[in-house]
Protein backbone atom coordinates (compact mmCIF):
# COMPACT_ATOMS: atom_id res chain seq x y z
CA UNK A 1 0.00 0.00 0.00
CA UNK A 2 1.80 3.70 -1.01
CA UNK A 3 1.23 6.40 1.41
CA UNK A 4 -2.05 7.24 -1.17
CA UNK A 5 -4.05 4.58 -0.86
CA UNK A 6 -7.26 4.78 0.74
CA UNK A 7 -6.95 2.83 4.23
CA UNK A 8 -9.36 -0.35 3.84
CA UNK A 9 -12.11 -1.56 6.15
CA UNK A 10 -10.98 -4.21 8.41
CA UNK A 11 -12.02 -7.45 6.91
CA UNK A 12 -14.81 -9.95 8.95
CA UNK A 13 -11.48 -12.21 9.62
CA UNK A 14 -9.19 -9.54 11.06
CA UNK A 15 -12.12 -7.77 13.36
CA UNK A 16 -12.65 -11.66 14.38
CA UNK A 17 -9.00 -11.70 14.93
CA UNK A 18 -8.19 -8.51 16.77
CA UNK A 19 -11.78 -9.85 19.22
CA UNK A 20 -10.40 -12.51 20.43
CA UNK A 21 -7.12 -11.27 20.91
CA UNK A 22 -8.78 -8.69 23.30
CA UNK A 23 -10.78 -11.45 25.11
CA UNK A 24 -8.40 -13.27 25.38
CA UNK A 25 -5.66 -10.71 26.78
CA UNK A 26 -8.83 -9.72 29.57
CA UNK A 27 -7.92 -11.58 32.02
CA UNK A 28 -4.22 -11.34 32.34
CA UNK A 29 -4.23 -7.51 31.21
CA UNK A 30 -6.72 -6.92 34.51
CA UNK A 31 -4.73 -8.69 36.64
CA UNK A 32 -1.85 -6.80 36.06
CA UNK A 33 -0.89 -4.40 39.50
CA UNK A 34 -1.79 -0.92 38.98
CA UNK A 35 1.69 0.35 39.27
CA UNK A 36 2.56 -2.32 36.47
CA UNK A 37 -0.23 -0.70 34.29
CA UNK A 38 0.74 2.89 35.14
CA UNK A 39 4.00 2.26 33.27
CA UNK A 40 2.69 0.96 30.37
CA UNK A 41 1.00 3.87 29.87
CA UNK A 42 3.75 6.37 30.71
CA UNK A 43 5.64 3.93 27.89
CA UNK A 44 2.26 4.99 25.14
CA UNK A 45 2.97 8.45 26.30
CA UNK A 46 6.40 8.62 26.04
CA UNK A 47 6.32 6.69 22.31
CA UNK A 48 3.31 9.47 20.85
CA UNK A 49 5.94 12.39 22.42
CA UNK A 50 8.61 10.92 20.85
CA UNK A 51 6.54 10.65 17.21
CA UNK A 52 5.31 13.99 16.94
CA UNK A 53 7.35 15.54 14.30
CA UNK A 54 5.75 12.57 12.15
CA UNK A 55 2.25 12.87 13.74
CA UNK A 56 1.86 16.77 13.96
CA UNK A 57 1.97 16.74 9.97
CA UNK A 58 -0.05 13.82 9.14
CA UNK A 59 -3.02 15.09 11.61
CA UNK A 60 -2.84 18.41 9.67
CA UNK A 61 -2.87 17.32 6.11
CA UNK A 62 -6.05 15.13 7.48
CA UNK A 63 -7.70 17.31 9.38
CA UNK A 64 -7.11 21.36 8.28
CA UNK A 65 -6.15 22.12 12.00
CA UNK A 66 -3.26 24.48 12.81
CA UNK A 67 0.35 23.00 13.87
CA UNK A 68 -0.34 25.33 17.11
CA UNK A 69 -3.59 23.34 17.80
CA UNK A 70 -2.37 19.93 17.28
CA UNK A 71 0.86 20.30 19.21
CA UNK A 72 -1.31 21.23 22.23
CA UNK A 73 -3.53 18.98 21.51
CA UNK A 74 -1.13 16.18 21.34
CA UNK A 75 0.59 17.48 25.17
CA UNK A 76 -2.82 17.39 26.42
CA UNK A 77 -3.43 13.83 24.94
CA UNK A 78 0.33 12.61 26.62
CA UNK A 79 -0.83 14.13 29.37
CA UNK A 80 -3.68 12.87 30.23
CA UNK A 81 -2.02 8.88 29.59
CA UNK A 82 0.37 10.24 32.42
CA UNK A 83 -2.40 11.74 34.61
CA UNK A 84 -4.48 8.11 34.53
CA UNK A 85 -0.75 6.47 35.50
CA UNK A 86 -0.56 8.28 38.65
CA UNK A 87 -4.28 7.48 39.49
CA UNK A 88 -3.06 4.05 38.57
CA UNK A 89 -0.04 4.29 41.10
CA UNK A 90 -1.99 5.66 43.78
CA UNK A 91 -4.21 3.22 43.91
CA UNK A 92 -7.91 4.68 45.50
CA UNK A 93 -9.68 4.11 42.26
CA UNK A 94 -10.08 0.33 43.05
CA UNK A 95 -12.11 1.43 46.09
CA UNK A 96 -11.24 -1.12 48.39
CA UNK A 97 -13.21 -2.01 51.37
CA UNK A 98 -12.72 -3.97 54.09
CA UNK A 99 -15.52 -5.47 56.85
CA UNK A 100 -14.09 -7.56 58.91
CA UNK A 101 -16.25 -10.51 60.47
CA UNK A 102 -18.13 -9.43 63.39
CA UNK A 103 -20.27 -11.94 65.59
CA UNK A 104 -21.09 -9.07 67.72
CA UNK A 105 -22.52 -7.13 65.08
CA UNK A 106 -26.04 -5.12 65.70
CA UNK A 107 -28.11 -7.26 63.45
CA UNK A 108 -26.51 -10.48 64.32
CA UNK A 109 -23.34 -12.23 63.24
CA UNK A 110 -21.74 -10.65 60.21
CA UNK A 111 -19.34 -12.14 57.66
CA UNK A 112 -16.48 -10.96 56.18
CA UNK A 113 -17.13 -8.95 53.44
CA UNK A 114 -14.35 -7.18 50.73
CA UNK A 115 -15.35 -5.20 48.03
CA UNK A 116 -13.12 -3.43 45.29
CA UNK A 117 -13.68 -2.09 42.01
CA UNK A 118 -12.59 -4.65 38.58
CA UNK A 119 -12.12 -4.22 34.85
CA UNK A 120 -15.27 -4.57 32.47
CA UNK A 121 -13.48 -6.49 30.19
CA UNK A 122 -12.91 -5.23 26.19
CA UNK A 123 -14.09 -1.74 25.30
CA UNK A 124 -14.77 -0.61 22.48
CA UNK A 125 -14.11 3.28 21.71
CA UNK A 126 -15.56 5.12 18.40
CA UNK A 127 -13.33 7.57 18.25
CA UNK A 128 -14.28 11.78 17.72
CA UNK A 129 -13.91 14.03 14.46
CA UNK A 130 -12.98 16.85 16.01
CA UNK A 131 -9.62 16.21 18.17
CA UNK A 132 -7.58 13.51 16.05
CA UNK A 133 -5.73 12.78 19.50
CA UNK A 134 -7.36 13.97 22.70
CA UNK A 135 -10.70 11.86 21.59
CA UNK A 136 -9.58 9.92 18.95
CA UNK A 137 -7.03 6.60 18.76
CA UNK A 138 -5.18 7.78 21.71
CA UNK A 139 -7.52 10.04 23.60
CA UNK A 140 -9.29 9.96 26.76
CA UNK A 141 -11.40 7.28 26.54
CA UNK A 142 -8.48 5.00 25.29
CA UNK A 143 -6.68 5.79 28.08
CA UNK A 144 -9.15 5.62 30.81
CA UNK A 145 -9.95 2.29 29.99
CA UNK A 146 -6.17 0.94 29.43
CA UNK A 147 -6.24 2.52 32.97
CA UNK A 148 -9.10 0.45 34.61
CA UNK A 149 -7.18 -2.82 32.69
CA UNK A 150 -9.61 -2.97 29.99
CA UNK A 151 -8.50 -4.47 26.52
CA UNK A 152 -9.36 -1.76 24.04
CA UNK A 153 -10.25 -2.05 20.74
CA UNK A 154 -11.15 1.26 18.61
CA UNK A 155 -13.09 2.08 15.67
CA UNK A 156 -10.80 5.19 14.02
CA UNK A 157 -12.78 7.73 12.55
CA UNK A 158 -12.98 8.08 8.80
CA UNK A 159 -11.77 11.83 8.66
CA UNK A 160 -8.00 11.02 9.32
CA UNK A 161 -7.90 7.34 8.86
CA UNK A 162 -3.80 7.07 8.40
CA UNK A 163 -3.04 9.50 11.07
CA UNK A 164 -5.40 6.43 12.99
CA UNK A 165 -3.13 3.74 12.15
CA UNK A 166 -0.06 5.06 12.82
CA UNK A 167 -0.83 6.16 15.91
CA UNK A 168 -2.08 2.17 16.43
CA UNK A 169 1.09 1.01 15.01
CA UNK A 170 2.92 3.05 17.95
CA UNK A 171 0.52 2.49 20.96
CA UNK A 172 0.97 -1.49 20.37
CA UNK A 173 4.30 -1.26 19.79
CA UNK A 174 4.76 0.18 23.03
CA UNK A 175 2.68 -1.58 25.10
CA UNK A 176 4.25 -5.08 23.16
CA UNK A 177 7.68 -3.70 23.88
CA UNK A 178 6.67 -3.08 27.45
CA UNK A 179 5.17 -6.15 28.22
CA UNK A 180 1.50 -5.60 27.92
CA UNK A 181 -0.38 -8.78 27.23
CA UNK A 182 -1.14 -9.57 23.14
CA UNK A 183 -4.17 -8.00 22.26
CA UNK A 184 -4.67 -5.31 25.14
CA UNK A 185 -4.86 -2.61 22.35
CA UNK A 186 -5.97 -2.94 18.50
CA UNK A 187 -7.32 -0.48 15.94
CA UNK A 188 -9.96 -1.23 13.30
CA UNK A 189 -11.93 0.62 10.21
CA UNK A 190 -15.00 0.38 8.79
CA UNK A 191 -18.86 1.51 9.51
CA UNK A 192 -19.44 -2.06 9.26
CA UNK A 193 -16.72 -2.96 11.14
CA UNK A 194 -17.82 -0.67 13.86
CA UNK A 195 -21.20 -2.18 14.19
CA UNK A 196 -20.46 -5.44 14.22
CA UNK A 197 -18.09 -5.25 17.24
CA UNK A 198 -20.55 -3.44 18.97
CA UNK A 199 -23.10 -6.60 18.38
CA UNK A 200 -19.88 -8.82 19.69
CA UNK A 201 -20.51 -10.89 23.07
CA UNK A 202 -16.66 -10.09 23.30
CA UNK A 203 -17.20 -6.45 23.96
CA UNK A 204 -18.30 -5.50 26.95
CA UNK A 205 -18.51 -1.44 26.86
CA UNK A 206 -18.54 1.20 24.51
CA UNK A 207 -17.82 4.40 24.36
CA UNK A 208 -18.28 7.55 22.16
CA UNK A 209 -18.17 10.89 21.13
CA UNK A 210 -19.65 12.66 17.58
CA UNK A 211 -23.40 13.19 16.73
CA UNK A 212 -26.91 12.72 18.08
CA UNK A 213 -28.11 10.14 15.28
CA UNK A 214 -24.74 8.26 14.70
CA UNK A 215 -25.04 8.13 18.91
CA UNK A 216 -28.10 7.18 19.41
CA UNK A 217 -28.17 4.66 16.75
CA UNK A 218 -25.29 2.83 18.35
CA UNK A 219 -26.41 3.41 22.15
CA UNK A 220 -29.57 1.09 20.74
CA UNK A 221 -27.78 -1.50 19.51
CA UNK A 222 -26.04 -1.62 22.34
CA UNK A 223 -29.28 -1.91 24.37
CA UNK A 224 -30.83 -4.33 22.54
CA UNK A 225 -27.67 -7.19 22.83
CA UNK A 226 -28.88 -9.77 24.13
CA UNK A 227 -26.60 -8.76 26.82
CA UNK A 228 -27.01 -5.24 27.33
CA UNK A 229 -23.48 -3.73 27.76
CA UNK A 230 -22.78 0.15 29.20
CA UNK A 231 -22.62 2.53 26.29
CA UNK A 232 -21.23 5.87 27.40
CA UNK A 233 -21.92 8.30 24.19
CA UNK A 234 -21.03 12.23 24.26
CA UNK A 235 -23.93 13.30 21.66
CA UNK A 236 -24.63 17.20 21.34
CA UNK A 237 -24.68 20.03 23.25
CA UNK A 238 -26.20 23.98 22.95
CA UNK A 239 -23.78 24.99 26.23
CA UNK A 240 -26.34 28.06 26.72
CA UNK A 241 -24.77 30.88 28.18
CA UNK A 242 -27.17 33.65 30.09
CA UNK A 243 -26.02 37.23 30.97
CA UNK A 244 -27.77 38.98 33.58
CA UNK A 245 -28.96 42.71 33.04
CA UNK A 246 -26.11 43.69 36.13
CA UNK A 247 -23.07 41.79 34.16
CA UNK A 248 -24.12 43.84 30.67
CA UNK A 249 -23.72 46.82 32.30
CA UNK A 250 -20.43 46.05 34.27
CA UNK A 251 -18.37 44.45 31.35
CA UNK A 252 -20.75 44.66 28.33
CA UNK A 253 -17.91 44.80 25.65
CA UNK A 254 -15.68 42.15 27.84
CA UNK A 255 -18.44 39.61 27.30
CA UNK A 256 -18.83 40.51 23.94
CA UNK A 257 -15.75 39.85 23.03
CA UNK A 258 -15.15 36.53 25.54
CA UNK A 259 -18.38 35.11 23.53
CA UNK A 260 -16.87 35.80 20.33
CA UNK A 261 -13.91 34.05 21.04
CA UNK A 262 -15.61 31.13 22.25
CA UNK A 263 -17.91 30.54 19.66
CA UNK A 264 -16.10 31.11 16.56
CA UNK A 265 -12.76 29.59 17.97
CA UNK A 266 -11.79 26.17 16.23
CA UNK A 267 -14.49 26.97 12.98
CA UNK A 268 -17.34 25.93 15.97
CA UNK A 269 -16.28 22.54 16.00
CA UNK A 270 -15.82 22.02 19.42
CA UNK A 271 -18.35 20.19 21.90
CA UNK A 272 -18.89 23.15 23.78
CA UNK A 273 -19.49 25.69 21.81
CA UNK A 274 -21.97 28.63 23.74
CA UNK A 275 -24.90 28.11 20.96
CA UNK A 276 -26.57 30.48 22.38
CA UNK A 277 -26.08 33.50 24.27
CA UNK A 278 -29.12 34.89 26.44
CA UNK A 279 -28.97 38.88 26.95
CA UNK A 280 -31.08 41.43 28.22
CA UNK A 281 -33.45 43.06 25.57
CA UNK A 282 -31.62 46.59 26.18
CA UNK A 283 -28.42 44.98 26.04
CA UNK A 284 -26.78 47.39 23.43
CA UNK A 285 -24.73 45.01 22.02
CA UNK A 286 -25.41 44.20 18.26
CA UNK A 287 -22.61 46.05 17.15
CA UNK A 288 -19.57 45.13 19.23
CA UNK A 289 -21.23 41.47 18.88
CA UNK A 290 -21.61 41.83 14.73
CA UNK A 291 -18.50 43.62 14.16
CA UNK A 292 -16.20 41.28 16.28
CA UNK A 293 -17.79 38.28 14.42
CA UNK A 294 -17.06 39.61 10.55
CA UNK A 295 -13.63 40.12 11.69
CA UNK A 296 -12.62 36.13 12.85
CA UNK A 297 -10.66 35.03 9.78
CA UNK A 298 -11.52 31.86 7.98
CA UNK A 299 -10.75 28.37 9.09
CA UNK A 300 -11.80 25.45 7.04
CA UNK A 301 -13.63 22.37 8.58
CA UNK A 302 -12.40 19.21 9.65
CA UNK A 303 -13.94 17.58 6.26
CA UNK A 304 -15.99 18.78 3.05
CA UNK A 305 -18.71 16.26 4.82
CA UNK A 306 -18.80 18.29 7.86
CA UNK A 307 -19.19 21.46 6.23
CA UNK A 308 -22.15 20.56 3.88
CA UNK A 309 -23.64 19.36 7.03
CA UNK A 310 -23.04 22.77 8.48
CA UNK A 311 -23.90 24.70 5.78
CA UNK A 312 -27.75 22.60 5.38
CA UNK A 313 -27.83 23.42 9.34
CA UNK A 314 -27.14 27.13 8.45
CA UNK A 315 -29.44 27.52 6.45
CA UNK A 316 -32.25 25.90 8.01
CA UNK A 317 -31.68 28.11 11.38
CA UNK A 318 -31.36 31.33 8.88
CA UNK A 319 -34.32 30.61 7.44
CA UNK A 320 -36.75 30.67 10.75
CA UNK A 321 -39.32 33.65 10.75
CA UNK A 322 -38.16 36.33 13.18
CA UNK A 323 -34.16 35.26 13.23
CA UNK A 324 -31.88 38.03 12.52
CA UNK A 325 -28.50 38.09 10.96
CA UNK A 326 -26.29 40.00 12.60
CA UNK A 327 -23.04 38.77 10.55
CA UNK A 328 -23.46 36.46 8.65
CA UNK A 329 -20.35 34.98 7.23
CA UNK A 330 -19.10 33.54 3.59
CA UNK A 331 -18.81 29.51 3.51
CA UNK A 332 -18.49 28.67 0.06
CA UNK A 333 -14.20 28.69 0.55
CA UNK A 334 -13.89 27.37 3.99
CA UNK A 335 -16.12 29.23 7.10
CA UNK A 336 -16.28 32.30 8.57
CA UNK A 337 -18.41 32.66 11.51
CA UNK A 338 -22.49 33.47 11.55
CA UNK A 339 -24.46 35.47 14.32
CA UNK A 340 -27.67 35.51 14.26
CA UNK A 341 -30.00 37.13 17.07
CA UNK A 342 -34.15 36.11 18.12
CA UNK A 343 -36.14 36.69 21.41
CA UNK A 344 -37.24 33.72 23.76
CA UNK A 345 -40.60 33.85 22.56
CA UNK A 346 -39.54 32.58 18.91
CA UNK A 347 -36.62 30.45 20.13
CA UNK A 348 -39.20 28.34 21.86
CA UNK A 349 -41.90 28.64 19.08
CA UNK A 350 -39.09 27.21 17.11
CA UNK A 351 -37.51 24.71 19.40
CA UNK A 352 -37.25 22.03 16.92
CA UNK A 353 -34.59 24.05 14.87
CA UNK A 354 -33.61 26.43 17.19
CA UNK A 355 -32.83 24.18 20.20
CA UNK A 356 -30.30 21.81 18.19
CA UNK A 357 -26.81 21.92 17.69
CA UNK A 358 -25.31 23.70 14.95
CA UNK A 359 -21.63 21.60 14.36
CA UNK A 360 -19.41 24.96 13.06
CA UNK A 361 -18.77 28.21 13.79
CA UNK A 362 -22.93 29.32 14.36
CA UNK A 363 -24.16 30.70 17.23
CA UNK A 364 -27.93 32.61 18.57
CA UNK A 365 -27.85 35.91 20.84
CA UNK A 366 -31.61 35.52 22.42
CA UNK A 367 -32.92 38.52 23.97
CA UNK A 368 -35.03 38.16 27.15
CA UNK A 369 -37.75 40.75 28.29
CA UNK A 370 -37.62 40.28 31.97
CA UNK A 371 -36.42 37.42 34.87
CA UNK A 372 -39.30 35.55 34.55
CA UNK A 373 -38.77 35.03 30.33
CA UNK A 374 -35.05 34.30 31.24
CA UNK A 375 -36.19 31.58 33.52
CA UNK A 376 -38.68 30.19 31.29
CA UNK A 377 -36.01 30.11 28.65
CA UNK A 378 -33.42 28.09 30.84
CA UNK A 379 -36.07 26.07 31.53
CA UNK A 380 -36.38 25.00 28.26
CA UNK A 381 -32.95 22.65 27.58
CA UNK A 382 -32.47 19.56 27.52
CA UNK A 383 -29.47 18.29 28.84
CA UNK A 384 -26.14 19.83 28.43
CA UNK A 385 -22.18 19.63 28.67
CA UNK A 386 -21.80 23.39 29.96
CA UNK A 387 -24.31 26.66 31.02
CA UNK A 388 -22.29 29.45 31.37
CA UNK A 389 -23.71 32.39 33.81
CA UNK A 390 -22.43 36.04 33.92
CA UNK A 391 -23.67 38.18 36.56
CA UNK A 392 -22.86 40.61 39.49
CA UNK A 393 -23.34 40.74 43.05
CA UNK A 394 -26.40 43.13 42.79
CA UNK A 395 -28.49 40.55 40.87
CA UNK A 396 -27.54 37.44 42.85
CA UNK A 397 -30.98 36.69 43.77
CA UNK A 398 -31.61 36.15 39.90
CA UNK A 399 -28.44 34.88 39.09
CA UNK A 400 -28.82 32.26 42.05
CA UNK A 401 -32.41 31.36 40.72
CA UNK A 402 -30.68 30.98 36.97
CA UNK A 403 -28.30 29.01 37.94
CA UNK A 404 -30.48 26.21 40.02
CA UNK A 405 -32.31 25.43 36.48
CA UNK A 406 -29.24 25.02 34.92
CA UNK A 407 -27.74 22.69 37.14
CA UNK A 408 -30.40 20.15 36.07
CA UNK A 409 -29.39 20.46 32.32
CA UNK A 410 -26.02 20.52 32.51
CA UNK A 411 -22.80 18.55 34.28
CA UNK A 412 -20.59 21.65 34.76
CA UNK A 413 -21.71 24.88 35.66
CA UNK A 414 -19.91 27.94 34.81
CA UNK A 415 -19.49 31.54 36.40
CA UNK A 416 -18.09 34.94 34.62
CA UNK A 417 -16.22 32.55 31.88
CA UNK A 418 -16.62 30.72 28.78
CA UNK A 419 -17.24 27.18 28.40
CA UNK A 420 -14.51 25.68 25.49
CA UNK A 421 -11.22 24.49 27.11
CA UNK A 422 -11.70 21.27 29.32
CA UNK A 423 -9.19 21.19 32.08
CA UNK A 424 -7.80 17.28 32.44
CA UNK A 425 -8.29 17.40 35.93
CA UNK A 426 -9.48 15.44 39.16
CA UNK A 427 -12.82 17.89 39.24
CA UNK A 428 -13.43 17.99 36.04
CA UNK A 429 -17.30 16.83 34.54
CA UNK A 430 -17.50 16.56 31.22
CA UNK A 431 -21.17 15.15 30.48
CA UNK A 432 -24.52 16.15 31.48
CA UNK A 433 -28.14 14.75 31.00
CA UNK A 434 -29.33 13.26 28.04
CA UNK A 435 -28.89 14.18 25.04
CA UNK A 436 -25.59 15.64 25.88
CA UNK A 437 -24.62 11.94 27.09
CA UNK A 438 -26.20 9.14 27.49
CA UNK A 439 -25.39 8.65 31.18
CA UNK A 440 -24.81 12.12 33.09
CA UNK A 441 -23.37 9.93 36.09
CA UNK A 442 -20.63 9.57 34.12
CA UNK A 443 -17.08 11.89 32.87
CA UNK A 444 -15.39 11.63 29.68
CA UNK A 445 -12.83 13.89 30.68
CA UNK A 446 -10.47 13.91 33.88
CA UNK A 447 -9.57 10.88 36.63
CA UNK A 448 -13.08 10.05 37.07
CA UNK A 449 -13.87 8.43 33.31
CA UNK A 450 -11.70 5.45 34.89
CA UNK A 451 -14.93 4.78 36.54
CA UNK A 452 -17.02 4.03 33.79
CA UNK A 453 -15.02 0.55 32.89
CA UNK A 454 -15.09 -0.71 36.75
CA UNK A 455 -17.45 -2.61 38.55
CA UNK A 456 -18.27 -3.29 42.01
CA UNK A 457 -17.42 -7.37 43.69
CA UNK A 458 -17.59 -8.47 47.15
CA UNK A 459 -15.79 -11.16 48.55
CA UNK A 460 -17.39 -13.09 51.18
CA UNK A 461 -15.47 -15.44 53.45
CA UNK A 462 -12.81 -15.79 50.94
CA UNK A 463 -9.51 -17.26 51.91
CA UNK A 464 -6.40 -14.97 51.89
CA UNK A 465 -4.66 -16.85 49.33
CA UNK A 466 -8.27 -16.38 46.90
CA UNK A 467 -8.65 -12.48 47.60
CA UNK A 468 -7.45 -10.43 44.92
CA UNK A 469 -4.52 -8.97 46.32
CA UNK A 470 -5.78 -4.96 46.89
CA UNK A 471 -7.69 -7.09 49.77
CA UNK A 472 -5.80 -8.95 51.48
CA UNK A 473 -4.86 -8.06 54.91
CA UNK A 474 -1.12 -7.71 54.06
CA UNK A 475 -2.21 -5.26 51.07
CA UNK A 476 0.69 -5.96 48.65
CA UNK A 477 -0.05 -3.32 46.06
CA UNK A 478 -0.06 -0.91 49.33
CA UNK A 479 -3.72 0.67 48.07
CA UNK A 480 -5.62 2.79 49.95
CA UNK A 481 -8.03 1.21 51.47
CA UNK A 482 -11.18 1.88 54.17
CA UNK A 483 -11.29 -0.51 57.06
CA UNK A 484 -14.64 -0.79 59.10
CA UNK A 485 -14.03 -1.68 62.54
Known sequence: MTATDPIPDTTAADLEAVLQRAAGAAESFGALPPAERARLLGAVADALDAAGTELLPAAMAETNLSEARLTGELKRTTFQLRLFAEVLAEGSYLGATIDPADDGFALGPKPDLRRMLVPLGPVLVFAASNFPFAFSVPGGDTASALAAGCPVVVKAHPGHPRLSARVGEIISAALSEHGAPEGAFGVVFGFETGTAALRDPRVKAAAFTGSVPAGRALFDIAASRPTPIPFFGELGSLNPAFVTPAAVRARGAEIAKGFVTSYSGNAGQLCTKPGLLFLPADHGLEDALASQSREVGLH?????????????????VTGVPGVRVLAEGEVSDGTVPTLLTTDVQTLLANRETLL?????????????????????????FEGNLTATLHAEEEDSEFGASLLNRLRDRAG???????????????AMQHGGPYPATTDSRFTSVGTAAIERFLRPVTYQNVPQTLLPEALRDHNPWNVPRRVHG
Open 300 to 316: RMLSDRLHEGYCSRRAE
Open 356 to 380: EEVFGPLSIVVTYRDEDEARQAAEA
Open 412 to 426: RLLFNGWPTGVAVSP
